[in-house]
């Protein structure tokens, strides 16, 4: 067992790579050096940029695990209170996005509002809209974990992939919305990974952090050895699709659908889920290996951004709607730029950090989220909850 410290940097290490990686692929959208064509080396490299939306919804699935599970089975009101002001934090940093790629000439006035309203994309912004329908129906998630183990949560997953197989594959994109359509249920191929289908990889970070971030108290042991037993089933059948999709389509073809979102992730394709949680161990494991190798003196930051993430891709995001076009910059241009914009982020979330703690006042969306989630579930006073 991981003594406490070393767990919690673990962890924080893992979401601040998670973060990091999503950002990363962002930046390369906003410099335009993400095309998806050239040789395997080229595809592979394009295909690692490729974990990191798979990896944010299995780091979900982790907090979900680690925080909002024991506070459901402690106080079941404070863990609704917390998920659902989070979802509400989610969509004021979701708008805020909107609104700045409104005023920065990224979308027009038509498209805001739709996507205000959920019904149409923004960039850098859709992540924040994916959290925002996440996490309620994650707190249901929640409830049938603590009630059946791992097991409700995966036989949950086994019928959406059986609903996909029988009829959500068969079905053309509608018309009208044809956009919340694949954004909630998959329908078409418009967007990837839907709300439905990405419950997958929220059950495959509750397995995660249930197999590698239980507390040290005896009683979880051996929910700590069962979490891992179902983390391994899940390796060893994505290992299986995978190598099968490698025998049919052979190796450029499958980076080729990983590093192309219109095909696995646009077609919600079992195989980008596949690809996900393989991906989020390797993270893992990166994040394991910094925490025993590196000095504390690097540990230490990077672990603090990885304890507040929402910060940190909030951060960077809109600073890529803020920023001029940088396509005109030469290879080792955009290079340079990368690093800078990603130590740029960091150290940027560092000092809201500090601020937050500072001047309470900062604080005043996440008290008003917690209040309207307070009258939300009729509570008379909302009580204040730590960031998870």
């Keep these: 067992m991981q003594p406490a410290v070393s767990r919690i940097s673990s ?6 790579l998670t973060v990091s990686f999503a950002l990363f692929s962002h930046t390369l959208l906003f410099l335009k050096s993400d ?4 040789g395997d080396v080229i595809l592979g490299l394009k295909s690692i940029t490729r974990t990191a939306t798979p990896a ?9 695990e680690i925080v909002y599970l024991r506070r459901y089975r ?18 004021i940093c979701y708008v805020a996005l909107v609104v700045l790629a409104l005023v920065f000439g990224h979308v027009r006035g038509g498209q805001a509002i739709r996507a205000t309203l959920l019904v149409a994309p923004s960039p850098y912004a859709n992540i924040f809209k994916i959290y925002t329908f996440l996490l309620p129906i994650t707190l249901l998630l929640v409830q049938l974990r603590a009630r059946t183990g791992l097991l409700g949560p995966w036989v949950v997953v086994a ?26 249920f998959g329908i078409g191929t418009s967007w990837g990974p839907s709300i439905l289908h990405s419950l997958t990889l929220v059950v495959m970070g509750m397995t995660l952090g249930a197999a590698f971030f239980s507390p040290s108290r005896l009683t979880e042991k051996a ?29 450029h073809g499958v980076l080729l659908r990983i590093a192309d979102i219109t095909q696995w992730r646009g077609d919600n394709d079992i195989g980008y889920y596949a690809y996900g949680l393989l991906s989020a161990l390797g993270l893992l494991f990166l994040a394991r290996s910094i925490c025993i190798i590196a000095p504390q003196w690097v540990v230490t930051p990077l672990a603090r951004i990885g304890g507040a993430t929402l910060a940190y891709f909030f951060i960077g995001n809109a600073l890529l709607l803020i920023l001029p076009s940088l396509d005109w910059l030469p290879f080792w241009g ?13 150290g940027a979330t560092l000092i809201w950090d500090q601020l937050r703690k500072a001047f309470p006042v900062l604080q005043t969306p996440v008290r008003v989220a917690q209040q309207m ?5 009729g509570h008379r006073k909302s009580r204040t909850l730590s960031n998870p």
């Design 334 to 346: 955009k290079a340079s730029f990368t690093v800078a914009f990603l130590v740029f982020c960091g």
């Design 56 to 64: 944010l919804m299995i780091l979900f699935g982790v907090m979900a």
């Design 223 to 251: 929910e700590m050895h069962a979490a891992r037993l179902w983390l391994g089933m899940a390796t060893g059948l994505s290992l299986l699709l995978l190598g099968t999709k490698l025998g049919w389509f052979g190796l």
């Design 35 to 38: 095309a998806f064509s050239g």
């Design 74 to 91: 402690s106080d079941p009101d404070r863990a609704a209170q917390g998920m659902i002001s989070r979802a509400i934090i989610c969509y």
């Design 159 to 184: 019928g959406i992939w059986l609903l996909d197989w029988i009829v959500l594959d068969h079905l053309p994109a509608p018309p009208v919305f044809a956009h919340f359509a694949g954004f909630l």
């Design 11 to 16: 962890i924080d290490l893992f979401r601040y």
């Design 373 to 377: 989630t307070g009258l939300l579930l």
